[in-house]
């Protein structure tokens, strides 16, 4: 056999393939359906969090600006061990799954509350007291006036931040979430053969590719900022 | 509650665990310090490939970067520590950590010094360059000055993700803080020696993610 041949053999093994492309593509739909749960929920709680800030109470400030910070500078793995291995323990059960999704959701709550706050704080303060002294509310105000001036500045970060962590579903291969890793990395031991591995790249690249493309073309198209 | 703190909060675990996790600080700061550089340097060069005027080298470098910014670091690292030895190649933990951190991080510091580079108008290199400056003259007195200026923000806030990435290397059972806290965990049954860690990276952490928002709100503004 020349080197060729076993290296083929060995990174695009056709019958290791099909063998595992099934498993495989369960983890593609474990790791779509989280990232797109994630990316929700993680958005709409982050912009809602934004909105209550704009109240400019203090109480209502203070937890908020806590809770981003402390997810903003914990590592997600640190978060994911304690939540899965500690929680059962203080007697509240939930699935690797569950665990995931609810801490890379507050994670991205916390980055997009900041985000969009940033945004909203770069509304000039004429806007604010014009929109106000027209008689709208300040629920009408923030929703028709502040937010679509705010998320428009926002959204070349905000979809980098979603992406860096929807990529992070990765993580739950740790604690056995079947996404992608996991299916792989469990198929090539099983097989010996690292074509699981080079499958799961693929499925990657597919999936994330087109979202990065994307991401340099928002970046283009709303400039978030020009010196 | 009670059984909240003692899961979470003991103090006696969390002492026993002091040392070990004393230890994996050491690492954790070994990774960053030889991390940190490599990607600031290995994305200096992606930015300059990426804005070069060689268009096969220019479409090669932000291939190669958006390939490395698609896959989770996670996924490299395994790749890397997993599938490498297939091809005879065996690397240490450590050595896998370094190159899968080079590759995406040298991805995301080359998209932000690109920025940075864009960000400096076409004139000022070429009023350095009528002066006489030579082109790496111009780039390292009066375009990279300015440049590195204009996205600290965005260098800081990537510099305090890599901190943060270090803990991955425990999935390839490299020392570092998080790991030597989850052996504890796994010991005691007992998730406190994590929660310490996780103190640890809010006080390293905690100032910079403050000045972070700082800057943004400064540059929005």
Redesign the interface.
Known sequence: MTQWERFLETFFNAEVLARYAPSILHGVWVTIELSLLIVVVGIGVGTALACVRALRRPWLTAPIVVFADVFRALPPLVLILIAFFGLPNAGVFLSAFLVLFLVLTLVLAAFAEEIVWAGITSVPKGQWEAARSTGLTFGQTLGSVVLPQAIRLAIPPLTNRAIAITKMTALGTVIGVPDILNQATTAQSFSGNASPLMLAAVAYLLLFLPLVILSRWLETRFAWRRA | ME??VE??LNLEIMMAAWPMILQGFGMTVLICAVVIPLGLTGGLLAALGSLSGRRPLRWTVIALV??F???????LL??IY??LP??GLRLSPFAAVAIAFFLNNSAYYGEIFR?GIQ??GAGQSEAARSTGLTGPQTLAYVVLPQAVR?VLPDLLSNT??VV?????A??VSLGEM?HQA?LA?SVT???SP??L??GI??VL??P???LV?HF??R???
């Open positions: 059984r909240f899961q979470f958006d390939v910014r698609a896959f989770p670091p996670l996924v395994i790749f997993a599938g297939f091809t920025a960000s400096v204009n305090v993700e943060k990435l270090t803990s991955l425990s999935v998080l989850d965990r049954y007992n998730a994590i929660v860690v996780a990276y809010l952490l905690w910079l993610v403050r928002s943004e709100r540059l929005a503004s």
